[in-house]
């Protein structure tokens, strides 16, 4: 297929109902190292896959600020490669996790620690105000078995303040999403859900009906839980695509509230994963797809 397709053919979603973003934007994770463990990344190859991105359509970009190996940090590549920012580029974050000794995000920031940890993404990125913030809720854990109403509240202070325009929450079942929305408005839900592990139904239901973005972290299947390719590799043959290609338009597919922030530190995977946009599953391929 076509790697001239841009981020735009994907369709768009009206964020917390005042932000129109491209379906397909780009996860900053990977800038700064392949894993949480791995080598840093080379500094300059970040710089010019996120001016990639930006070139190609993508306006929606998610960060946070322990994406970060050794003195390589994925916000610091976001500022260099694009500020001054475009009017209509979108910078999400994530907080709640702290880095430990080794790099690791093992602990949990407390209500008091949150807005030390978005003022300090604020002055990185060189902004002034988050488009988005998420809660980042419990480690890498399945989602569940604690409350968010102080640390989500604490955040929503922020947002008072004008330091956020709008909020969501990551890795969290129904009863956490409807706690935070009994405390502020919640634009965006961020959980694991990919391809083969198609079973957050409840909370995309839950998104679906309050005009809420989903937005899935490993949406590849990331280092813990990835997608069988050899099990897309008939609908990939089909579309003369690759299986990465036909599980993000697989999830584009899946719903209209979905978007899709696949993270590389390689042009080629970005251009490969830019192509997906373009990418149409029809009836038979989904069915196959669910099968």
């Not at 981020?7 to 009206?14: C, N």
């Not at 949480?36 to 996120?50: E, I, S």
């Not at 640390?151 to 129904?174: M, Q, Y």
Request: proline share 5%.
């Amino acid at each position: 297929m076509t790697t001239q397709i841009t981020a735009a053919a994907s369709g768009q979603f009206m964020l917390g109902g005042d932000r129109r973003v491209n379906r397909l934007g780009f996860g900053a994770m990977r800038l700064a190292a392949g894993t949480f463990t791995g080598p840093a990344r080379d500094p300059q190859t970040g710089v010019a896959v996120l001016r990639q991105a930006v070139e190609a359509g993508v306006d929606h970009i998610d960060t946070a600020g322990f994406y970060a190996r050794g003195e390589v940090s994925a916000n610091d590549l976001i500022r260099t490669a694009l500020a001054p920012y475009p009017a209509d580029l979108l910078i999400a974050t994530k907080v709640g996790p702290l880095r430990g000794a080794d790099g690791m995000p093992t602990g949990q920031a407390g209500p008091e620690q949150l807005r030390e940890l978005v003022t300090e993404d604020l002055r990185a990125l060189g902004l002034d105000r988050f488009d988005l913030v998420y809660l980042r809720v419990g480690g890498m854990s399945e989602p569940g078995g604690e409350s968010v109403a102080d640390r989500f509240a604490a955040l929503a202070e922020l947002r008072e303040e004008g330091l956020i325009r709008h909020l969501g929450v990551s890795n969290v079942d129904v009863a956490q999403l409807d706690e935070a929305r009994g405390i502020a408005p919640v634009v965006a839900v961020q959980n694991q859900y990919h391809v083969h592990r198609p079973d957050d139904a409840a909370v995309l239901a839950r998104c679906e009906a309050h005009a809420i973005a989903y937005v899935p972290f490993f949406p590849l299947g990331g280092g813990f839980d990835p997608i069988e390719h050899d099990r897309l590799a008939q609908v990939a043959k089909r579309h003369d695509a690759t299986t990465a290609q036909v599980a993000l338009a697989w999830l584009l597919a899946s719903s209209p509230n979905m978007l899709a922030i696949p993270g590389t530190g390689s042009p080629a995977h970005l251009t490969e994963n830019l192509a997906a946009a373009g990418l149409r599953l029809d009836a038979a391929d989904l069915a196959e797809l669910q099968a």
